[in-house]
Every structure is written in C-alpha cells, then in structure tokens.
C-alpha cells in the first residue's frame, strides 16, 4: 500500500542532504566543536556555518542565534529565561489563548510561581485583535509571546503589527514569537518588526528531530535554564550537537520559500476544491490560514476513528497537535468551535513533497469514512 503523509506539521521527512551531513557529522567530521585540535576546529567551522544559515533565513546576525534540542527547548528558555531576567520591573505575562503547548503550559507553570499571566483571546479565526491584545497590556507588562503561525489551523498571526502596539504601550516589555510552523514558509523578519525573541525548529521543515533554534536581538536578556559550559554565552551551555545542527543548517539552505508556498497554495486551492464537495466536511482553518495547514471536522465521525480509518487506507493525517495526543484542542475552543466540532477535526498539513495524488486518497479516504463509519 502506498503511503500518503499528510501530517507535515507534526514532523516531516528528512532530506537527503541533511541526513548525509549529518552522517558524516557524525562518522567522519565527529570532532568536539569546543576543542581546540584541527577536528575541533572543522566542526566548530559546520556548526557556524549553520549558524549563518538560521540567521540569514532570519535576516539576522549569526551572534544572535543560539541552538537548542528543539523548539519547546526554546520556548521555555525564552519564556522562563525572559521572565526571571525581568522580574524586577513587573510580573504581568501575556501569551495568546491558542499558543503551542510549550508556551500555553510554561505559561501556566510562570502563574503558579506568582507571575500575572493573562490570555489575549483570538476571534473565530484564531486570529489576535491588536485592540484586544493592547487593553491587556499594563505598565507591569515584561513579556508577549505569540506564535506566528498556529499548528493547528494555520492561522497568521499580525506579528509586525502586534510588535508595534506592545512597544508603543510597553517599550521595555520582551515579545517573543514562536515561528516554529512559519519558519523557511513565509519571510521572517524579527529585527525589522521588533521582535526580540524568535523560536524555530528543524524538524517541520525536513531537518532532523532534536534542534532547534532562538533568535535573540541585541541586547535582549535571559537568565539560562541550563549551567554548566562556556558555549553559546552560556544561555544554552554543553556540547553542541553538531550532527544535528549541521543538518538543520542544510535543510535551511534547501528551503525555497516563494517556490514552495506558490506550489503549496495551487495544492491546498485543490483540496479545498476537493474537500467541499464532500457533504459533511466543515472547515475550521480561516480562508487567510497558511496554505501548508487545513483543518476540518468531519460530521458524526470522532477525530480519531477518522484518523485509523484513513491510516488504513494508508493516508496519515493527526487529530489536532501531535503534542497534545488525543487531549480536546484548547485552539479550537478558543476560536468559538463546539464540542462537537472539535471532537471530530482533522489536521492536514502539506510539505514539497506532498502531491495531488496524496489529496486524492486523503478525499477517499473520508468518503469511504463517512460512508461506513456514521452507520455503526
């Protein structure tokens, strides 16, 4: 049976050219990239190289980007590292009632160690109003975090916008946006939009699992989470993973960012088409949703008797964020959707790599679904 991956938001297929780099990171150019020996040097050289790679598809400085062991690494670097850093100036924190897992929960933890954590709520597409994000802002405000994209419905958060109205309402207050689901799809520029933190992830766009990344501008502060070494001006000490580093800067040299979302936007244009045609398939993605991301409800049928269905059929779609295995999406909620609906969406997320054929099986798929399924 053919596989057709549709769950590119949860995790993607390594590319060639960074598998291979990473392979020969590790059993061939394995030095310690600390040491000071000529193998030390040659992968301190690749793991700089990828630096300059994170930081260019950023139109960022390499001296501001500092690797992680992934994206939620991250997020709670940065929430956590930001709040204890500027704690003497106000204790209110501000994340958006559809962030990722890894914010959403750090942020519950920062509430129960005294901080004043508030939700800037979203509208029915799950997008921020800059009004309502600003009526939450205070003078005690010393840290935003909002996700540019979300990963689970694909909306776009205004991120230059919402920058400007938290610096113009609190100038000395931190914004951090997780750009882990936009990173290498659509242009991002963090300095020009006054973003002083920006968290991206290698494994949603064909690099390996276990690396990530934070964007920092200057002069903005964390405590560390971590101690230990000297790397990285120690925000993030220990041994850099360079097999794993080394491979995320490949992938980023791979992306393609106009080609690839042109592709894309022809491809989800054609599964919407699809789609819609299908009584009893809704749409929950907003119309101005990123194009790599879809999510619909299927009437009648629970989220995952959909999901082992069309994995029977050999069509791999998730349920709503892989991190959340299974648990109601709090996004979907937040949005205004019925229990109901949200028990029976269907995440489907494209990469390159997707094709029509895979649409094809996936609308089948639902048929075959609704056909049997709704009658037991």
């Known amino acids: 049976m053919k596989t057709h991956y549709l769950d590119n938001s949860a995790t993607t297929r390594v590319s060639d050219a960074a598998a291979e780099k990473a392979l020969d990171m590790m059993k061939e150019n394995y030095g310690n ?14 793991v700089e190289e990828a630096r300059e790679a994170i930081a260019d598809a950023l139109s960022a400085k390499a001296k501001n980007i500092v690797f992680t062991s992934g994206g939620t690494e991250a997020n709670n670097t940065v929430l956590f590292g930001a709040a204890e850093a500027l704690k003497r100036r106000g204790n209110r924190i501000i994340v958006s009632a559809v962030e990722h897992s890894s914010v959403y929960e750090s942020a519950k933890r920062l509430s129960q160690l005294g901080y004043d954590v508030q939700y800037a709520p979203v509208g029915k597409d799950g997008v921020i109003d800059p009004n309502a994000l600003e ?23 205004p991120t230059e916008l919402l920058a400007k109205h938290i610096k113009r309402r609190c100038p000395d207050a931190v914004f951090h946006v997780d750009a882990v689901q936009a990173f290498c799809k659509i242009p991002l520029k963090p300095v020009r939009w006054g973003v002083d933190f920006m968290t991206v992830s290698a494994h949603k766009i064909h690099g390996p699992k276990g690396v ?29 993973s360079a097999p794993l580093i080394a491979a995320f800067g490949e992938a980023v040299n791979e992306a393609d960012i106009s080609a690839n ?37 299927v009437e009648g049928i629970k989220s995952e008797t959909m999901l082992h269905h069309l994995e029977q059929n050999g069509v791999y779609v998730s349920s709503s964020s892989a991190c959340a295995k299974g648990k109601r999406s709090y996004v979907l909620a937040a ?25 094809d099986a996936l609308v089948d798929g639902i048929v075959s679904g609704i056909a049997t399924l709704q009658r037991k």
């Open 33 to 46: 990239p600390s040491s000071l020996h000529k193998m030390g040097v040659r992968a301190e050289l690749c």
């Open 135 to 157: 009526q939450l802002l205070t003078d005690k405000t010393i840290l935003v975090s909002v996700m540019a994209v979300n990963n689970e419905t694909g909306s776009v958060q």
């Open 212 to 240: 990530g990344a934070i964007f920092s501008r200057d002069g903005a502060r964390l405590v560390p989470l971590l101690y230990g070494g000297e790397q990285q001006k120690k925000i993030r000490p220990g041994t850099e």
């Open 261 to 297: 979302l042109t592709y894309i936007r022809e491809l989800n244009a054609y599964a919407v088409e699809k789609l819609e045609a299908i009584k009893g398939v809704t749409f929950n993605s907003p119309e101005a949703a990123l194009p790599y991301i879809i999510n619909i409800s």
């Open 335 to 359: 949005m205004g959707l019925s229990d109901d609906r949200i028990d029976s969406s269907v995440r489907i997320s494209f990469s390159k790599h997707s094709t029509k054929e895979d649409i």
